[in-house]
Every structure is written in structure tokens, then in C-alpha cells.
């Protein structure tokens, strides 16, 4: 069973920034795909960034040269470095990790990023 597992969250004033961590044990797989989306109160998730296995990569306009998603070194790691931060990059962040059909995703729990003005 993949245990996706985010780390990396929490309090930060406007304009600093932050790193997540992320990593999905448990496949002997390498992920097709890796994600972070995130989600504010009373909204709906929603994609921040996306990494390819072939390195290549997508964000959302709001995060664009603000944030940059990374592979680590290790199977299955993935970071997100978020510079600039603004109070609505305030949400739960969440880790997703896409393998072959025959294993299917999976999700983390989720790590609190919140930004003070």
C-alpha cells in the first residue's frame, strides 16, 4: 500500500517563504506523476503544480515564478518552494502521486501553509 506523507507547512508573514515536502513509500513504482494541489475554506481544491516523470512541469497562474516544484533524489520525493508568499496562498496543501493504471493514486493528509499579513 503508498503512504503519500507532506511535511513543511506552517506560519509565515507575507512575502517570506516556505518549503513542502513530500514522499510516497510503499511502490517499488517510479510515479508517472507528482502533484501539489491545495485548498482554502470554503473553496474548491485546486492544482498548484505539477511535475512530469520527464522533468518537465505545470503550474497555476497565480503561483508562477513564485513557486517551483522539484523532484528529489530519492524515488518518489517531491518539493515545493514557495517564495513570496501571499495570505491567499493561505490553505492546506496536499501531495498527490500518480502511478500506472494498475496501481492507481494516491493522496496525502495534508500540511497547513498559512500567511499573515
Known amino acids: 500500500q503508498v503512504q503519500v506523507v507532506e511535511s513543511g507547512g506552517g506560519l509565515v508573514l507575507a512575502g517570506g517563504s516556505l518549503r513542502l515536502s513530500c514522499a510516497a513509500s510503499g511502490s517499488i513504482y517510479t510515479a508517472n506523476t507528482m502533484d501539489w494541489f491545495r485548498q482554502a475554506p470554503g473553496k474548491q481544491r485546486e492544482l498548484v503544480a505539477r511535475?512530469?516523470?520527464?522533468?518537465?512541469?505545470n503550474y497555476a497562474d497565480s503561483v508562477k515564478v513564485r513557486f517551483t516544484i522539484s523532484r528529489g533524489n530519492a524515488k518518489n520525493t517531491v518539493y515545493l518552494q514557495m517564495n513570496s508568499l501571499k495570505p491567499e496562498d493561505t490553505a492546506v496543501y496536499y501531495c498527490?502521486?500518480?502511478?500506472?493504471?494498475?496501481?492507481?493514486?494516491?493522496w496525502g493528509q495534508g500540511t497547513q501553509v498559512t500567511v499573515s499579513s
Open positions: 511535475i512530469n516523470r520527464d522533468g518537465s512541469t
Open positions: 498527490h502521486a500518480i502511478f500506472v493504471a494498475q496501481i492507481g493514486d494516491y
